[in-house]
């Protein structure tokens, strides 16, 4: 009888001590998570913060890039790229109320191919360098005033915003400008206007006094007869410059001359 009595006082016992124990860890765990709270300065009994994962907003966003143009995206812009400058509007006037000589073109050029025209008997085919893309193929009638060797690396001026017209057969881009007159025996002496030698191929003609040029194109030039308009005061000077209205053909290496007329018609 004695023995089931201490068996149960042991449990009882047993029992008494683990629920002790398991009081004390949990007072040790409380004043530990009371611990943390205190150093993390976080209200007691509130729940841990969480953080959001990757691509749940975590990371910084970085700055948009402006997308690159590609090649379509100047389609709807005007011509002329992107400088803020408009095109150009095709057949007006670049100036009606400037000079009429202002209105065509001359060119410094250079013969660097010449040969008789097949077809007529006063004209030579030539290919003048003029600066541009490929050399101008113009025809002259000038074999009665030249042989073929002196024709040949002649530098000269060119009218270059003509309309290009065949002459017996042959297209041709522009005059060459010379000076003439008339000799004693009745005869016809004609001369190249010639620029200086320090002008480039491709140098564009100013006229001293007035105003640097704004060329037509060449059907504003045929249409309104700019070149016919000019004539009558195209002349070789005292010094054999060849001018206009007295205003002097120039380029930036000086004066262009005839060799030898003076006071002549130019054409």
């Not at 124990?21 to 969480?50: F, H, R, V």
């Not at 008789?116 to 004209?123: E, I, N, R, S």
């Not at 191929?201 to 309104?224: D, W, Y």
């Not at 002097?248 to 000086?254: C, D, K, S, V, Y």
Request: with cysteine.
């Amino acid at each position: 009888i004695s023995q089931p009595h201490s068996s149960q006082h042991q449990a009882t016992s047993y029992g008494s001590k683990l629920a002790s124990t398991m009081t004390n860890a949990l007072d040790l765990i409380d004043a530990a998570i009371a611990d943390l709270e205190s150093k993390l300065n976080l209200i007691p009994g509130a729940s841990l913060p969480t953080t959001k994962g990757p691509g749940r907003g975590s990371e910084k966003k970085e700055p948009k890039r402006e997308k690159k143009g590609n090649k379509n995206d100047g389609k709807k812009k005007e011509k002329g790229g992107g400088t803020g400058r408009q095109a150009k509007p095709k057949n007006v006037p670049a100036n009606v109320n400037q000079p009429d000589i202002c209105k065509l073109e001359f060119k410094v050029g250079q013969i660097t191919k010449v040969w008789v025209h097949p077809d007529a008997d006063k004209l030579y085919c030539e290919e003048i360098e003029c600066g541009e893309e490929k050399p101008r193929q113009i025809a002259s009638g000038l074999r009665p005033h030249y042989s073929l060797q002196e024709m040949e690396g002649r530098r000269l001026l060119v009218v270059s915003n003509l309309k290009t017209k065949k002459l017996a057969g042959f297209p041709s881009a522009g005059m060459v400008l010379c000076a003439a007159e008339t000799k004693e025996d009745g005869t016809e002496k004609v001369e190249f206007v010639e620029p200086p030698e320090g002008a480039k191929l491709g140098e564009i003609i100013t006229f001293e006094g007035l105003p640097p040029p704004e060329p037509f194109s060449g059907a504003q030039v045929e249409k309104k007869k700019v070149f016919q308009a000019c004539v009558e005061g195209m002349k070789t000077t005292d010094d054999s410059c060849a001018a206009w209205n007295g205003h002097t053909f120039m380029t930036t290496a000086g004066p262009c001359k005839s060799s030898t007329i003076k006071n002549g018609a130019m054409r």
